[in-house]
């Protein structure tokens, strides 16, 4: 199960998450004036860049249902994605493969992810995986990496 599939999160919990996974390649997470400004040009409910802050500090946590429907909208969930824990999970377990994808820069690859079903979903991600640690060490990017082909030189 991954760490965004955990049950009982709160509404918090799951708009940071995903704050911190849904977002252009090569950029940072979506500012909370980014996310407003969206919402509002969607012609979702208005809401204001401090109303994001408190809704993800946990000092507002019982939005109204457009409110939710707007932020739904903007980061691409379904509504019940902040209701429903099973639902949250498998969303969750989505949104990490194409965030993956994204970074990869694979993201066409993303439009049919849906289309397969979790354990395919599974092992695209793990092939994601191994392919990002393998370029990762051919780059030397990983922390005690040897590029392919060079072994380790014993030192005593």
Known sequence: MSEGAQPGRSFADKL??????????????????????????????????????????????????KTVEAIARFFGVPTAYFFDDELAGKVDEQLELLAKMRDAGLESLGLRAGELSPESRAA????????????????????NAEPPGQGRSKKS
Do not use: C
């Not at 977002?23 to 940072?28: C, L, T, V």
């Not at 695209?124 to 922390?143: P, T, Y």
């Open 16 to 65: 940071n998450h995903l704050f911190a996974t849904v977002h252009p390649r090569d950029r940072r997470p979506y500012s909370m004036d980014e996310v407003a400004a969206g919402i509002t040009e969607q012609g979702g409910e208005p809401v204001s860049a401090s109303y994001l802050w408190m809704l993800r500090k946990g000092q507002r946590d019982n939005p109204t249902i």
């Open 124 to 143: 695209v991600a793990r092939i994601i995986d191994v392919a990002s640690e393998a370029l990762a060490k051919m780059l030397g990017v990983v922390e």
